[in-house]
């Protein structure tokens, strides 16, 4: 046996993972490509999952507490989204009752601009804000998520009037390209994978990313002159009442399944950037992070 086999965790029979929203979205995908992924590598017999959407993660986050928080078997799926909604919604139960275990990854938000419709650049849409800012519709996520605080972290980063931001909020990728299609928006902010299909087919131009360097050929925010960045990382968290060595279990099934070539698969097939973030580093980089979603929260000046 190797050294790593002798560390291996031991595998639990039965691991449930919690997932705070509906099938088929981000956080459904990475919880789901995650079990499976424990369950190749053998470290645990089966995965049982439960969906529990609404509220930006903040009732899901609630249930999972109540039921399962002292079961050292299970995980819940979050991420950035759900500090901005705990930062709007101010909820009894916070992220402060749970147990950081591991970052995931990390995708970065695409604005997009229908082809052939104004504004078709980056150069241009910082023109039209400056100019008037409330007569450029933005559109994307749920009001106070990753893609609404981007859109008023950019114009802050203008200096502009950021309660005079229009967004228009919509459940997914596909509304937010019919506003676009419709004009009743000009840009629309997602993730890169949502939008990518329609940037190669040429019906939408991307205009930034928002990471710090340019990335799928798109150029950054900050290398077009708004030094603005920002990453809606997806993670994994523990019970809160599970002790040290629970957590420290959990947190070595997770990191011995990302290493897994099922989850290396899932990471090409879905564009999701690995971002693996453990231990004190992940609990530290999540104070910084709260503090950022508050920040813009307050800005934005969003009320549930």
Known sequence: ATAQTATAPQPLPTLRIYIPGGAGGGWDQTGRA??????????????????????????????????????????????????????VERPAVTLAQVSPIARLTND??????????????????????????????????????VDHMLAGMMARQLRLDVTRLKYLPTASGREAVALLESGQAQVAISSYSEFQADIDKKQLTPLAISSRKSLYGVPSLSEQGVGTELGNWRAVFGPGQIGEPGRDHLRRIVVAATQHPSWIQSLQEKKWLGALMHGKDFADALVIEQAIASAVTMMLRLKS
């Open 34 to 87: 995650l079990g499976a992924s424990i369950v190749a590598a053998g470290l645990a017999g089966k995965v049982e999952y439960e969906n529990k959407g609404g509220k930006g993660g903040t009732l899901g986050l609630a249930d999972f507490v109540g039921r399962f928080n002292s079961d050292p078997a299970a995980l819940l799926v979050g991420g950035m989204v759900m500090l901005g909604a705990i930062a």
């Open 108 to 145: 970065f938000m695409v604005l997009v601009s229908r082809t052939g419709s104004a504004p078709a650049t980056m150069g241009a849409l910082v023109e039209a804000m400056r100019k008037d800012l409330g007569a450029v519709a933005f559109t994307g996520g749920s009001a106070g998520g």
